[in-house]
Nanobody, 125 residues
Framework: VQLQASGGGLVQAGDSLRLSCVVS????????MGWFRQVPGKEREFVAS????????YYGDAVKGRFTISRDMSKNAADLQMNSLKPEDTAVYYC???????????????????WGQGTQVTVSS
């Protein structure tokens, strides 16, 4: 299974960006999808996760109310809409996937089996 993340870039504080993560497996809808972010010298931080059906969604405290995760079944993708961006959102964003029998989401790095290559998001003040 390969994950391809895209959509990062350089924006100003208050702007929006949309990240997308496409799953190569044709059964991509069977995977729990997640987004994490990391800055140099710090651990990878949980951002958002969405279950197979899209009915269960978790967000990290730092992004609640500003970011929205969703699934695009037609593209085998999970998107992350990021609004009201802040300089502290600057990081490399990684998408991740793991297969689950049940309709659950996942918050921990160790729960994921597959990772994308990362996409840089830079928010200037």
């Amino acid at each position: 299974v390969q994950l391809q993340a895209s959509g990062g870039g350089l924006v100003q504080a208050g702007d929006s960006l949309r990240l997308s993560c496409v799953v190569s497996d044709r059964t991509g809808s069977d995977y729990v999808m997640g987004w994490f972010r990391q800055v140099p010298g710090k651990e990878r931080e949980f951002v958002a996760s969405i279950s197979r059906s899209g009915r269960r969604i978790y967000y990290g405290d730092a992004v609640k109310g500003r970011f929205t995760i969703s699934r695009d079944m037609s593209k085998n993708a999970a998107d992350l809409q990021m609004n009201s961006l802040k300089p502290e959102d600057t990081a490399v964003y990684y998408c991740a996937a793991t297969w689950r029998r049940w309709d659950t989401a996942a918050r921990e790095v160790g729960e994921y089996d597959y990772w994308g290559q990362g996409t840089q998001v830079t928010v200037s003040s």
